[in-house]
């Protein structure tokens, strides 16, 4: 059940006896869900629907329907089932309160009294599918599907009718009867998009990707500016790997409509994804020149220049501080006063992310929750994204709140954090996906700092620290930040070791009969530089072989463009195997498949080199002259792997070279590094723990 695909296909499983009538088989197969992942928002929402069907009453339905909506408000059915279960049990105050919290997250929700079960069968005056319309644009489901119900058997022909009653069974999960309803509505018209594009929703939903594929761009060629059916097809292009087809289709929609900024959008970061770099550079301009104020796209520009900046920048500091002045404008009132105690017994500390869970911040973080003293440190999380998974189950168990801000405006969760009494906000995003840099903006708590997720300064000025380590952040490099800097004392990051990993295997190098080099980096991380690098160690060492893994690599698209870097390189393409992404336990195993990896840069690795020293493996690494670009360096120093730092280019190539030829070092070294890294600094949670608790409280005394 660790695996997500096996969840989900159990979650169809159940869903389909669900539909069928099933309701003990469906019970039985979710409450099998909630055993693996205790916070599935699906499996409790409709264990909930489940204690209503068979009369079990609001007892048992109403834990579900609430667990779910903690788990993610921004589901509107979740609300409104909570909602009217707390009204049928006569909480009137608790239903006003969620219904009150789903407003300020923007769900288009009817008002309070409107959302009481129906008690009549009596037609409305506007006639069952207008009526029904009008509740499916609310979120009242099921009562929506009556409606639709009723109107349909009144005049069978109607086709908007049925359209609508297909609209309702797709949100309410109900993929297999959603196909088909809007397959009758097709029967009829063929041409209308917003079956087409319904269509094909339900059919990705399915699994059935080549047949919703067909329906999207059907649905495109009969409306060429259709938003719905660009960005479907683009999401089906990009999960498979299809990199140029869907930049093809960036760039054909932009042909016809050059103001679509949100395309310009899409095609930096599929270009980014591919490693063209100076191309996104260009498409996140066009977004700017079209949308001055548009925050994400300074934050991609921001993020774009870690992967080619070698050295310190003047105006990459300026970027960032004009980044944190746009989202100022944005808090015309920042706090001045705040509700948290000033003398802290624990002091809060509040967490925001979209990153708690199966993700290298979860990975970081959970060492550090699960062994910081609750007598010190009290966490509240403040998750910016819906998606949840085991990781975030096993980080919950250790927060006193799981507080989302998902679809709260940047406002409404400032209040949020400000009314929880938070000491110290930490932001674990920076300038990544799913950041609320602008939430900082308002000043929610009285001290704010930037840690993990990030590795430069957010250029918000209310954000008054960084937490770093002397290797990560020397002192000639703190006037590069609009933040303090405040020095851990071994390491800014911690690996949480991975549970149930395989043992290491041994050495490849003395049964292949030559070493194997590796890189497990994302693709934009390897430069030209680093391929001149690798050139130079590959002619170096005779019959060696070079292993990349990535998930560009997991379709041709990829492989054909890499293969074309590795030629104008110098490598032969003979010597280097290509692989995509695996799961995280056969990853870990893979990592066995080399003799050490090759770090990139400017950009080096994170979670691949802990993962790897984990399994024995060594990273060789070139320590540059930013923040990220001295990550390696800092967590194999912390490591206690000093000799496996390169200050150089040539460096780097040399030391390669010296250790690919000392295969009786390497093997040595296999045997022992799980348990030397497991006793150093950068595994050792509780020591980390401690540290970060002084840090903290530094941070809180300093204000």
């Known amino acids: ?122 037609e409305p005056p506007e006639g069952w599918r207008l009526h029904a319309s009008r509740l499916l644009d609310t979120g009242l489901l099921l009562e929506a599907l009556d409606g639709f119900s009723r109107a349909l058997g009144q005049r069978a022909d109607d086709v908007e009718a049925q359209l609508g009653l297909a609209r309702t069974l797709a949100a309410l999960s109900r993929h297999e009867e959603a196909a088909r309803a809007f397959r009758e509505v097709l029967a009829v018209r063929p041409e209308w998009t917003a079956a ?33 059916a660009y960005s479907g097809i683009g999401v089906i292009l990009l999960e498979a790997r299809r990199f140029a087809e869907a930049e093809a289709l960036c760039r054909s929609v ?77 808090a015309p009132g920042p706090y001045r006063a705040w509700s948290c105690t000033a003398h802290p017994g624990p002091l809060r500390v509040g967490l925001v992310s979209g990153d708690l869970r199966e993700h290298p911040v979860g990975f970081f973080i959970e060492g550090l929750v699960a062994h910081a003293d609750p007598a010190r440190i009290e966490w509240i999380a403040y998750p910016t994204l819906a998606h949840t998974d085991e990781l975030s189950g096993r980080l919950r168990k250790h927060m006193r709140g799981w507080r989302s801000l998902v679809g709260l405006p940047d406002a409404q969760a400032a209040q949020r954090i400000h009314d929880d009494g938070v000491h110290v906000l930490l932001d674990l995003a920076g300038h990544t996906m799913h950041n609320r840099l602008p939430v900082f903006a308002w000043k929610p708590a009285p001290v704010a700092a930037s840690w993990l997720g990030y590795f430069a300064t957010t250029g918000v000025a209310e954000i008054d620290y960084v937490l770093a380590d ?99 390189a110098g490598i032969a393409g003979a010597r280097v195997d290509l692989h995509g992404v695996s799961l995280r336990d056969r990853y870990l195993a893979e990592c066995g498949e080399v003799d050490f990896l090759l770090d990139t840069f400017p950009y080096p690795g994170g979670t691949t080199t802990c993962e790897a020293l984990w399994m024995g493996v060594p990273t060789l690494t070139l320590e540059g002259e930013t923040m990220i670009a001295r990550q390696g360096a800092s967590l194999l120093a912390a490591a206690g792997l000093g000799g496996w730092i390169a200050r150089t280019a040539d460096e780097y190539v040399a030391l390669a070279i010296e250790r690919a030829r000392d295969v009786a070092g390497l093997a040595a070294l296999r045997l022992e590094l799980r348990e030397r890294v497991r006793v150093s600094a950068l595994f050792d949670a509780p020591r980390f723990a401690r540290a970060m608790e002084g840090v903290l409280f530094e941070a809180w005394n300093g204000r």
């Open 470 to 568: 002397r290797v990560s952040i020397p002192e000639s490099l703190a006037p590069q930040f609009t933040e303090r800097v405040l020095y851990l004392p071994d390491t800014r990051l911690c690996f949480t070791a991975p549970e149930n990993a395989p043992e290491p295997r041994p050495l490849p190098a003395p049964e292949r009969g030559h070493v194997t080099f590796g890189c497990f980096q994302s693709h934009p991380k390897i430069t030209e530089e680093v391929l001149a690098a690798w050139s130079r160690i590959l002619a170096a060492c005779p019959g060696s072989r070079l292993r990349v893994q990535n998930a560009s690599l997991a379709g041709a698209d990829g492989v054909r463009a890499f293969h074309e870097r590795l030629a104008r």
């Open 1 to 122: 059940m660790g695996d997500m695909a096996s969840l989900y296909e159990l979650l169809h499983e159940a869903a389909t006896h669900h539909q069928a009538g099933r309701l003990a088989a469906a019970a039985t197969l979710y409450r099998s869900v909630l055993a693996a992942h205790p916070y599935n928002s699906d499996a409790h929402h409709n264990l909930g629907v489940l204690a209503m069907q068979e009369g079990r009453g609001l007892d048992d339905a109403l834990p579900h329907f609430k667990q779910a909506w903690e788990n993610d408000p921004s589901h509107p059915q979740y609300g409104l089932s909570y909602v009217k279960a707390l009204t049928l049990a006569n909480r009137p105050a608790d239903a006003r309160v969620v219904h009150a919290d789903g407003l300020r997250r923007g769900l288009a929700w009817p008002p309070l009294a409107a959302m009481q079960p129906a008690r009549s069968i009596v």
């Open 254 to 330: 932009l042909a016809r409509a050059p103001w679509r900024f949100d395309v310009h959008h899409d095609l930096g970061t599929l270009l980014t994804q591919v490693g063209r770099i100076e191309e996104a550079r260009v498409c996140y301009r066009e977004v700017l020149a079209l949308r001055p104020d548009h925050l994400e796209a300074r934050s991609c520009m921001l993020f774009l220049e870690h992967y080619t900046a070698t050295r310190p920048s003047a105006a990459l500091l300026e970027q960032s501080r004009a980044y944190g002045t746009l989202a100022r404008t944005h």
């Open 196 to 228: 087409l594009v319904g269509h094909a929703r339900a059919l990705v939903a399915l699994g059935r990707t080549p047949e919703a594929e067909a329906s999207y761009r059907r649905a495109l060629a009969l409306e060429p500016s259709n938003a719905d």
